[in-house]
């Protein structure tokens, strides 16, 4: 019984050390099998210097076949030594490409990126030059007019190696004696190269490149220097807008730039405000004569006339005893109310409510409302006196009297027109098509120099000149 307690009590433990002792092997082999990285391991690092490199030179590629697809026959350099610059800002400009970030995603410099194509003798020499933020670098490419080029010029081919396709033998006896010893070979004498030159220079032709002649120091080689063409500064570029019409020729010579900017939308004019004119008739007074009247000095007068309906008029002097004042009414309609002699109405604004939202009907007109006082003085069935005549029947307590200028008012209809804005003036817009132009003049055309002098003369070659493969006898 102790001992069947006993193994019961065991077998929990060496299951638990059983379990620890597999854990530990497998872990060691998980160390062992797995390919943990080693510290300075820059694989990485590797790879994404690998990518930056890819983008840089795929955008410097991207300028290269850009500017060769620019530079047609009229682009081209004229005169050897001749160059042209074409900036990326210039090629964005005229839509030559579009424009590219660099590795971090930062656009180029468009001012500092740029591409030069320089005329030799034989061939043009274009280097293309990228900078994308601290990052810059250039590379050269040859151009000529190939007989595989599809356009005006093109890359230049690099010529292929031709591998034998037959195998090549190998000896059978390599075993080849060899020198004990390597012999000196040492001329008695050693002679003067004898010149190959034509010592004739009227039949010596020259060369675009020509090769270092042989010395020979009894006659004078002659030398040749190609000086470029001297332009003055470049105008400021000036902006035109043009139409297809006016057949506007782009593209660049030596002396004249015409680029095209291609389209914009900008505002063309301007639509005029619009406006809604109003016709209102209505009675107004009119001034038709004047007379001279005595009156009190104390009182304002006026001199009214009406037609009667026995043909003649009634005329009637009425002393003012109250001025105009505002009653506090107001009238809104098509048509003014008729003024009197007490009562008048005067305009105050348009009120659109009743038009709606087309404006089919007219407006309503405001008016207020004013009132005066009035006195007659004096009246009569026949018409006023004449200028210059006086009335004397007027009856009034006063203290003091005089003659007075009178206006004699008659009551008219009179149109008047009101102008109301209904739609302020607003900007047209529209695609508009622009170019711009600058200009230079040649200084000095250029031109090619020529002197004779010994062989080898290093101050001539320092300063450009080259050999013409001419000479003569000194």
Request: charged share 20%; hydrophobic share 25%.
């Amino acid at each position: 019984m102790y001992t069947e307690e006993n193994e019961k009590r065991g077998f929990p433990l060496r299951d638990f050390l059983l379990k620890l002792i597999l854990i530990i092997v497998f872990v060691l082999l998980l160390v062992w099998l797995v390919p943990w990285p080693k510290a300075g391991n820059n694989s990485n690092n590797n790879d994404f210097a690998s990518l930056k490199a890819q983008i840089f030179n795929s955008n410097l590629q991207t300028m290269k076949e850009a500017a060769i697809s620019y530079f047609t026959t009229e682009r081209l350099p004229v005169n050897v030594g001749d160059k042209k610059t074409l900036t990326l800002q210039e090629m964005l400009d005229m839509k030559l490409l579009v424009p590219f970030v660099d590795k971090d995603g930062k656009s180029c410099d468009v001012i500092n990126s740029y591409v030069t194509l320089e005329k030799a003798e034989n061939e043009y020499i274009m280097k293309v030059n990228l900078k994308c933020s601290t990052e810059e670098d250039y590379i050269i490419v040859h151009l000529g007019c190939y007989s595989y080029c599809d356009g005006a010029i093109c890359e230049k081919k690099t010529e292929p190696t031709v591998k034998p396709t037959g195998n090549k033998p190998r000896p059978t006896n390599t075993n080849r004696p060899q020198p004990t010893n390597n012999p000196t070979l040492k001329p008695t004498n050693s002679p003067s190269p004898t010149p190959t030159i034509n010592p004739s220079p009227t039949n010596s032709p020259s060369p675009t490149n020509s090769p270092s002649p042989s010395p020979d120091v009894n006659k004078e080689y002659q030398y040749k220097k190609y000086n470029n063409t001297v332009y003055s500064a470049w105008t400021d570029w000036k902006t035109y807008t043009y139409k297809d019409s006016d057949n506007i020729k782009f593209g660049s010579t030596a002396t004249k730039e015409v680029v095209d900017l291609g389209q914009k939308y900008v505002q063309t004019g301007t639509k005029a405000a619009e406006y809604q004119y109003y016709a209102i008739s209505r009675i107004e007074e009119e001034v038709v004569d004047k007379v001279n009247y005595r009156v009190c000095t104390n009182w304002k007068y006026i001199v009214t006339r009406s037609n009667t309906t026995s043909g003649g008029s009634s005329s009637s002097i009425k002393r003012v005893v109250s001025d105009w004042h505002d009653t506090g009414k107001t009238y809104a309609g098509y048509n003014v109310p008729n003024d009197t002699e007490t009562t008048r109405w005067v305009y105050v604004g348009i009120d659109y409510k009743v038009c709606g939202n087309t404006c089919t009907n007219h407006p309503y007109i405001i008016w207020k409302q004013q009132t005066r006082t009035l006195q007659t003085v004096s009246t009569g069935t026949s018409s006023l006196p004449t200028q210059g005549s006086t009335i004397t029947d007027v009856t009034a307590q006063c203290t003091n009297y005089e003659t007075r200028s009178l206006d004699v008012v008659l009551q008219r209809t009179r149109t008047k027109t009101y102008k109301e804005k209904i739609a302020d003036a607003k900007p047209i817009y529209g695609y508009v098509k622009f170019y711009k132009v600058r200009a230079r003049q040649i200084v000095q055309a250029g031109y090619t120099q020529y002197t004779w002098s010994s062989y080898n003369d290093t101050k001539l070659l320092s300063n450009g000149y080259q050999y013409t493969g001419k000479t003569r006898n000194k």
